[in-house]
């Protein structure tokens, strides 16, 4: 008798785990799939939008440049670089925003946490390690960010201040402007991408 009511209550127990495992352990593995998935969707909209934004912005650039010439595409971006930059966040229902650690326009100054991201690729870049983009889940917020590398056309603007033409009117515009000293492979910046709900 007794006997049988130890093996009873072994089995219940064995029963309770097998129950109680089975009912948490697709849940916790579905979540983890879910949130993955969400993950690598988010990753592959972030870089479609970053393009986009990329085409768009130095499209607009190049056509200032040819028909004006360095000086008028300064003037040119400067008024409306974020009636793109917005337009686009429209279109795609997010936030997007170029930012840097040695930004030329204020509206770009980075957020904490923009600016703790920017050190990370930095310290890649400085050690070697690929600077690739990412999206970054927190609570509610979901953030895609990618890093902007300096090309030949960059230095134009974001080179040596010695070697940059019109850097009197880059400071005429942008009074506290960062955005120089850049060699072509840099970490310019990021962008940082925001979905909205």
């Known amino acids: 008798m007794k006997g049988m009511k130890i093996f009873s209550i072994g ?5 309770f ?3 109680w495992g089975c009912k948490t352990e697709p849940k916790s593995t579905k979540v983890n799939a879910d949130s993955n998935l969400e993950t690598s969707q988010l990753l592959e909209t972030g870089k479609e939008i970053a393009s986009a934004t990329f085409l768009a912005l130095s499209g607009e650039l190049q056509d200032a440049m040819k028909s004006g010439g360095v000086e008028h595409a300064l003037t040119y971006c400067n008024l409306k670089a974020i009636d793109i930059t917005d337009s686009l966040s429209s279109k795609y229902n997010v936030d997007i925003k170029r930012t840097s650690l040695k930004f030329r326009n204020i ?3 980075p957020t904490p946490t923009e600016e703790r ?3 990370q690729l930095e310290n890649k ?3 070697g390690k690929p600077l690739l983009p990412e999206v970054v889940l ?3 917020s979901k953030t895609f960010y990618a890093p902007i590398i300096v090309q030949d056309m960059c230095l134009k603007c974001h080179g040596q201040k010695e070697d940059i033409a019109n850097y009197n009117k880059i400071k005429e515009l942008y009074p ?3 955005a120089v000293g850049y060699k072509q492979g840099d970490l310019r910046g990021m962008w940082s991408i925001s979905f909205r709900d």
Do not use: E, R, V
Request: aromatic residues 4%; glycine residues 8%.
């Open 138 to 140: 927190n609570g509610y």
């Open 125 to 127: 870049q400085k050690s």
């Open 117 to 119: 991201i920017l050190k």
């Open 17 to 19: 785990l097998l129950i």
């Open 176 to 178: 506290n402007d960062l």
């Open 107 to 109: 509206d770009n100054t």
């Open 11 to 15: 089995l219940l127990a064995i029963g």
